[in-house]
């Protein structure tokens, strides 16, 4: 069993739509969750991070926590075309590394 | 500002050759940590350095080796590659000091094995 799972989609929705990514994993000593989006043949770009359980807000995305289920979820709202592009989620047990925990990715597609 | 910039964008070399894959830091960023891509798949982590040492290691053979340079730049060479070394190598950088969650990615450089 992964330490990360993530479905790899491809996910396609339409303009406007609320989309929903997520990933479980299964160390409950992750403490610090980030989403990640990968556009192709680019670097990833952090979009966003949570410490322990929660939600975080900005702008269109929301990221959620629940490390009682270990799972956690990006969502988007209004969903436009440019979000096009693999979304990452990543873990790591907290300060002093920098030894991320990646999931496989979600490809998602937002056609006009 | 520069973001992480890495060099050679793309290339070739065959089985049993050596490799070297470079990466200069954001400005201000004194961290980096390689990690490697394979195709359709997330990131995993090679190693990390810090204050010209190797701080932390991923599960990779002693083939995989690096450096950091006093101006915090970093080299990862990879000796006696394999077919399977074939992947997009990507450096971040970040700040050591405390945790913020801002790990910044270059753009990567796509090593084919043939």
């Known amino acids: 069993q992964k330490e990360v799972e993530q479905d790899p989609g491809p996910l396609s929705v339409p303009e406007g739509a609320i989309v929903s990514l997520n990933c479980t994993y299964s160390n409950s000593a992750f403490q610090y969750f980030m989403w990640y989006r990968q556009y192709s043949r680019k670097g990833p770009e952090l979009l966003m991070y949570t410490y322990s359980s929660g939600n975080k807000e900005d702008g269109r995305f929301t990221a959620q926590v629940d490390k009682s289920s270990k799972y956690i979820s990006l969502f988007i709202r209004d969903s436009q075309p440019s979000d096009s592009a693999t979304y990452l989620c990543?873990?790591?047990?907290?300060?002093?590394?920098?030894?991320?925990?990646f999931g496989t990715g979600t490809r998602l597609k937002v056609l006009a | 500002d520069a973001g992480v910039t890495q060099s050679p964008t793309h290339l070739i070399k065959t089985r049993g050759q050596q490799v070297t894959l470079r990466c200069s830091p954001k400005?201000?960023?004194?961290?980096v940590s390689w990690y490697q891509q394979a195709l359709g798949q997330g990131p995993q982590f090679i190693f990390q350095y810090y204050e010209e040492e190797e701080r932390q290691r991923g599960n990779f053979p002693d083939r995989f080796s690096g450096h950091q340079f006093p101006n915090y730049s970093s080299e990862l060479n990879v000796n006696a590659l394999l077919l399977g070394d074939s992947a997009l190598y990507l450096c971040a950088s970040s700040r050591d000091r405390g945790f913020t969650g801002e790990l910044f990615f270059g753009e990567g450089s796509r090593l084919t094995v043939l």
């Open positions: 990543a873990m790591s047990l907290g300060i002093g590394t920098y030894k991320y925990i």
């Open positions: 400005s201000g960023h004194d961290t």
